[in-house]
Each structure stands twice: as C-alpha cells, then as structure tokens.
C-alpha cells in the first residue's frame, strides 16, 4: 500500500474534457489505482458523468456543498485522500497511459522523497501538440531524472517561475502537506508556485524528465482569465517578494534580475490592460510592481524582452527571456 497512488481530480463543470481525463485514468498500464472526483459544485451534465463513475470499486465521489474554488477543493480532497500519495489531475488534461507503472517504480527508488515533479507533454483544445515549454525549463536545471536535496529548488523556482508550469501530474505524499502546509485557498493563480517554495524546503525532491500527462492550454482555463484580469498580479509579486527576500538566496546575486524577468511579464500584461481597466486601476498595478520589484528594473527588463518578444509572437510567453 506504500506505494498506492490516488489521482485528485478537481473538477468545476466541461464534462467533454472531463470524459478524456477520465478515459485516461481507465486506460492506465497499471490499474491498481485510486480515483478520487473533488466536484466543486457542476453543472447537471457534468454530475451526472460523475456519477456513472461510481460504479468502480476504485472510485469515491465528494461533492462540494458549495463552490470552494480550485485550491480550496484541493485542500478538501487532503482530507479524503486514504493513499500514501496523491497525484494531481486536472479535468482538461489527460495522463498518459504508462503514468501510475512509472511513477510507483520511482516511488520504489526514491524512498527519501516525498514530491515528485514530471515532465508533460502541452497540447492545444484540439489535442495537438505544442512548443514543449515545460521540457525547455527541466533542461536548464534537470536535463534528465534527478532529485535535489531541500532548499535546493529554491533558485531554480525564482529564475524560472513555477517550474512544474500546471498542477497536473504534480506526486505529493500525504505527509509533505502535514510539514509544509496546505493550498492557499485564498489565491486562484500561483497557490501552486507557492506552496512548491515552502515544499522543496521540507524533503528532497524528485524531478522525472519522462512525460506522464498531456496538458492542455486553452482560453476557457483559469489561468487565462486570472491574466486578463490582473488577477495573477498580486499573487505573483507576494512570492517574487519573498523569494528576494528568502533567507537562503540572500547569496544569490542574480535574484533581482530575476525576478525582474518575472515582473516584465506583469507590466506587458498591465500595459496592454490599460484601455480596458482605465487609468486609476494601471496606475495601482505599476505601484505593486515597483512595491515589490521595482518598477525602473522591471521596465529595463520589458525592454530588454522586446526583441525577442516579436520574434518570438504566438508563442507561450514563458519561453521569452
């Protein structure tokens, strides 16, 4: 049992995406698994797709009183989770069919590690495949399999952002939430950016370059409106800001630059908002901005990033430098 795996899967209504992330889990190499269903409040079509699941025995089913939000529903599914450990599965995304084999063999050879980051593969609504950018960041830090000690992720999750780039497929033990804390359930953006900071100082971590799911970006996700709306704004500078400030990388001489590269993004993203939001709402974004980052480095970094901003348009922005 040590090395039985529940797959969380939060789930608020598109239940056409939700039947491929269901057939996945069913097609699993390995079916010694758990599924549990955290519904937070969908819609009629969506339950009822929910509730034909129960008819396996590997299934459990919670359903949501109320709306708890994404992270607020990950922090109930903890409670319910009756595995070692749980792998997070989002309702757009799809596993590959040898994920749960692969991940209890490197359960079996990292007996020290309780987080396990692997490698995805992005794909677009339709399915097809995309600009590989979560593999672009493992090269950088992990080229192939290996684990790090604690605190030793701590720049890579500076220079780099969140460098799981989406919760799907992230292998948590139940004991690391005990020790590092919950989701914050209060944000909607970068809670998983930040609870990987306070994670990877509590147990070494295990970084798997082979792709265990397909994830999907598409403009219906969250993320996508949370941009939109400067919603990711605040969050984002909260953990830039402690990070900076984070006693371990005090010896880190790059950190100001990098999280300038970060907070470029943000100002971009506030700049071309301004016809939108109005005057007031862009004058208090640049105000967080130079709060937390400062606003004269960060807009050097915006211009530094214009070259290569143009040359490469279209693509997802976290591949810009």
């Known amino acids: 049992m040590s090395d039985l ?10 239940s056409g995406l939700l039947r491929e992330a269901l057939e996945s889990v069913y ?33 459990t089913v919670a359903r949501r009183p109320q709306n708890l939000g994404l992270f607020g529903n990950l922090n109930a599914a903890i409670q319910e989770v009756e595995t070692d450990w749980q792998l997070i599965l989002c309702s757009d ?23 396990i980051l692997s490698s995805y593969r992005s794909m677009d609504v339709d399915g097809n495949f995309r600009t590989d950018v979560n593999g672009a960041f493992y090269d ?3 080229p192939s399999t290996r684990s790090f000690e604690p605190d030793a992720l701590l720049q890579p999750l500076l220079k780099y952002g969140s460098i799981n780039g989406n919760i799907t497929g992230l292998l948590i ?17 970068s809670a998983d950016w930040e609870w990987l900071i306070r994670a ?3 147990t070494s971590v295990l970084v798997r370059r082979e792709p265990i799911a397909r994830v999907r970006v598409h403009e219906g996700q969250l993320s996508v409106s949370n941009r939109k709306l400067l919603r990711e704004n605040l969050e984002t500078l909260e953990i830039l800001s402690g990070l900076l400030r984070h006693p371990r990388l005090q010896g880190c001489g790059h950190r100001w630059r ?25 004058v208090y974004q640049l105000c967080l901005i130079d709060r937390h980052v400062g606003l004269v480095r960060t807009f050097i970094a915006l211009l530094k990033s214009l070259p290569a901003r143009y040359t490469l348009r279209g693509t997802n922005r976290s591949l810009l430098p």
């Open 200 to 202: 990877c100082t509590q």
């Open 173 to 189: 033990r139940q004991t690391l939430f005990r020790d590092a804390g919950v989701w914050r359930a209060d944000w909607s953006q």
């Open 93 to 115: 995304d799809r596993l590959e069919p040898q994920a749960i084999g692969q991940l209890k063999k490197a359960i079996a050879s990292a007996s020290n590690v309780r987080l």
């Open 5 to 14: 795996i529940t797959i969380v899967l939060p789930v608020y209504g598109r």
């Open 27 to 59: 097609a699993q190499d390995d079916p010694d698994w758990r599924l549990l269903i955290a519904d937070d409040g969908s819609d009629a079509e969506t339950a009822e797709l929910i509730q034909q699941q129960r008819y396996d025995s590997r299934v």
């Open 258 to 282: 990098w999280a300038a590269h970060h907070a470029q993004f943000l100002l971009w993203n506030a700049i071309k908002a301004l016809p939108r939001v109005g005057f007031q709402a862009t």
């Open 140 to 142: 950088c830090f992990a």
